[in-house]
């Protein structure tokens, strides 16, 4: 693996980030650690993701990815958004697995993300070892509704131990945006658990053409 320092900057990714009720609470709740209570609806969170350019990190090379997982309570980040328990994390880049999974995320390499944008219709792709796992369908506009920004936090277990990493991030947001569909597609791989609710109900979202944030913030040791 490069020598890769947290934390890490990424600038001018192009992300899609939204949360949805599950069709099957007791799997999605079966995939968080017991101590760690789920937010009342059972939410799940998607990020699909894509930065283009080495020019747009500090040390890592252009990679795309997809992690998903469950809000979870008490674990809010200083701005009131739910804590969020990653159950799975495709990357494309094998150093930055590398470096994901030595804090705990479930990462994962062979992945690919593939954002692409027609007639005011993004398409999102998330693939593993050449086999597509998830497409999610959104109407998004040019305009900029919005520039969000704050932290998010993020939890995994090192060595048995909970930890907490707060993740800052500054994100233009979308107008006009909106999840139109999303499809799991290979009901024999583990993400497949969490599929949403029909219809799909979701919670909380954005698409940005420009989001950047730091890799990982802040850690360290928490409580259930």
Same mark, same amino acid.
């Given at each position: 693996?490069?020598?890769?320092?947290?934390?890490?900057?990424?600038?001018?990714?192009?992300?899609?980030?939204?949360?949805?009720?599950?069709?099957?609470?007791?799997?999605?709740?079966?995939?968080?650690?017991?101590?760690?209570?789920?937010?009342?609806?059972?939410?799940?969170?998607?990020?699909?993701?894509?930065?283009?350019?080495?020019?747009?990190?500090?040390?890592?090379?252009?990679?795309?990815?997809?992690?998903?997982?469950?809000?979870?309570?008490?674990?809010?980040?200083?701005? *009131?958004? $739910?804590?969020?328990?990653?159950?799975?994390? %495709?990357? +494309?880049?094998? /150093?930055?697995?590398?470096? &994901?999974?030595? @804090? *705990?995320? $479930?990462?994962?390499?062979?992945?690919?993300? %593939?954002? +692409?944008?027609? /007639?005011?219709?993004?398409? &999102?792709?998330? @693939?593993?070892?050449?086999?597509?796992?998830?497409?999610?369908?959104?109407?998004?506009?040019? /305009?900029?509704?919005?520039?969000?920004?704050?932290?998010?936090?993020?939890?995994?277990?090192?060595?048995?131990?909970?930890?907490?990493?707060?993740?800052?991030?500054?994100?233009?947001?979308?107008?006009?945006?909106?999840?139109?569909?999303?499809?799991?597609?290979?009901?024999?791989?583990?993400?497949?658990?969490?599929?949403?609710?029909?219809?799909?109900?979701?919670?909380?979202?954005?698409?940005?053409?420009?989001?950047?944030?730091?890799?990982?913030?802040?850690?360290?040791?928490?409580?259930?």
């Amino acid at each position: 693996m490069s020598d890769l320092y947290a934390p890490q900057m990424v600038i001018r990714s192009r992300m899609l980030y939204f949360t949805w009720v599950p069709e099957d609470k007791d799997a999605v709740r079966a995939l968080v650690p017991a101590e760690l209570p789920l937010s009342d609806n059972a939410q799940c969170f998607i990020n699909q993701y894509v930065v283009d350019s080495s020019d747009d990190t500090s040390g890592f090379e252009p990679y795309s990815l997809t992690y998903a997982g469950l809000d979870v309570k008490g674990q809010d980040s200083p701005q *009131g958004i $739910p804590g969020r328990w990653w159950t799975h994390y %495709v990357n +494309s880049n094998t /150093d930055m697995t590398a470096y &994901a999974a030595e @804090r *705990g995320v $479930p990462a994962h390499s062979g992945g690919e993300t %593939v954002l +692409s944008i027609a /007639d005011g219709v993004l398409t &999102a792709i998330t @693939r593993q070892d050449g086999k597509d796992l998830i497409r999610t369908t959104a109407k998004v506009s040019n /305009d900029i509704a919005v520039v969000g920004r704050g932290q998010l936090s993020y939890l995994t277990k090192v060595d048995g131990q909970l930890t907490n990493g707060l993740y800052p991030f500054v994100a233009s947001m979308a107008d006009g945006w909106e999840v139109t569909s999303m499809e799991f597609l290979d009901p024999s791989h583990s993400i497949y658990a969490l599929r949403p609710a029909s219809p799909l109900e979701v919670t909380w979202g954005f698409y940005s053409p420009d989001a950047a944030f730091c890799y990982p913030g802040g850690e360290g040791p928490v409580s259930a």
